[in-house]
T-cell receptor, first 113, second 113 residues
C-alpha cells in the first residue's frame, strides 16, 4: 500500500460546480497537509496548508483534514475554467528541516465553460 | 510567482552521461529540496539541503548528489544517466528549517535517450 493514495481522475465538471478532491494516507505520523495546484509544464503551486486536523478556508477553496480516518479533502466552490489543472495532495510527518513531502499522484481536473 | 527559478528548462542527454541542474532560491531561503516527477506521477523526494549541508535523503541512489551555495543557489547532479531518469526535476525552497511550506520552481524537463 502506498503511503498516500489519490485518484488520478481525470475529473471533468461544468463551470460553477463544486469540486471535491480527496486523498487517503496510511502513515499516522503525518501532521502537515498541503494541496498544490500544477498547471501543465509548470511547477506545483502551494494552495492550502494545514497543520493537524480541522478545516481551513481561503476564498473559494476549503481544505479538510480528518486524522482519525486518515483522509483529507479539498473543495473548490464556483469552479472556473482557470481551475483546470492537476491537484496534488502532499503531507509530512515533520515540519521544517526534516519535512520532506510525500505526494499523491495528483488528480487532473478539467472545468468546462 | 514563487521566486524560485530553475535552469535549464529542458535538457536532452544520452544514457551514461552526467547532468547538472541548477536552482536559484529566494534570498533568505535556507532550505532547498529536490524532487523527481515522472510523467503522470506525483513528485518524489530526492534530498534536502539546509545551510549547505545534506539534511535528509529519499530513496535515490548515490549517483544523485547535490550542492547548496551561500548565495541561495543549488545544484542537482546525476551521474551515469539511465533512461528511467527522464522526468521533471523540481526544486523547492523554504524560508528556514522550521518552515514546511515549500515553494517550487517551474522545473527542468530531462529526457535521457
Amino acid at each position: 500500500q502506498k503511503e498516500v493514495e489519490q485518484d488520478p481522475g481525470p475529473l471533468s465538471v461544468p463551470e460553477g460546480a463544486i469540486v471535491s478532491l480527496n486523498c487517503t494516507y496510511s502513515n499516522s505520523a503525518f501532521q502537515y497537509f498541503m494541496w498544490y495546484r500544477q498547471y501543465s509544464r509548470k511547477g506545483p503551486e502551494l494552495l492550502m496548508y494545514t497543520y493537524s486536523s480541522g478545516n481551513k478556508e481561503d476564498g473559494r477553496f476549503t481544505a479538510q483534514v480528518d486524522k482519525s480516518s486518515k483522509y483529507i479533502s479539498l473543495f473548490i466552490r464556483d469552479s472556473q475554467p482557470s481551475d483546470s489543472a492537476t491537484y496534488l495532495c502532499a503531507m509530512s510527518a515533520y515540519g521544517g528541516s526534516q519535512g520532506n513531502l510525500i505526494f499523491g499522484k495528483g488528480t487532473k481536473l478539467s472545468v468546462k465553460p | 510567482e514563487t521566486g524560485v527559478t530553475q535552469s535549464p528548462t529542458h535538457l536532452i542527454k544520452t544514457r551514461g552521461q552526467q547532468v547538472t541542474l541548477r536552482c536559484s532560491s529566494q534570498s533568505g531561503h535556507n532550505t532547498v529540496s529536490w524532487y523527481q516527477q515522472a510523467l503522470g506521477q506525483g513528485p518524489q523526494f530526492i534530498f534536502q539541503y539546509y545551510r549547505e549541508e545534506e539534511n535528509g535523503r529519499g530513496n535515490f541512489p548515490p549517483r544523485f548528489s547535490g550542492l547548496q551555495f551561500p548565495n541561495y543557489s543549488s545544484e542537482l547532479n546525476v551521474n551515469a544517466l539511465e533512461l528511467d531518469d527522464s522526468a521533471l526535476y523540481l526544486c523547492a525552497s523554504s524560508l528556514d528549517a522550521g518552515d514546511t511550506e515549500a515553494f517550487f520552481g517551474q522545473g527542468t524537463r530531462l529526457t535521457v535517450v
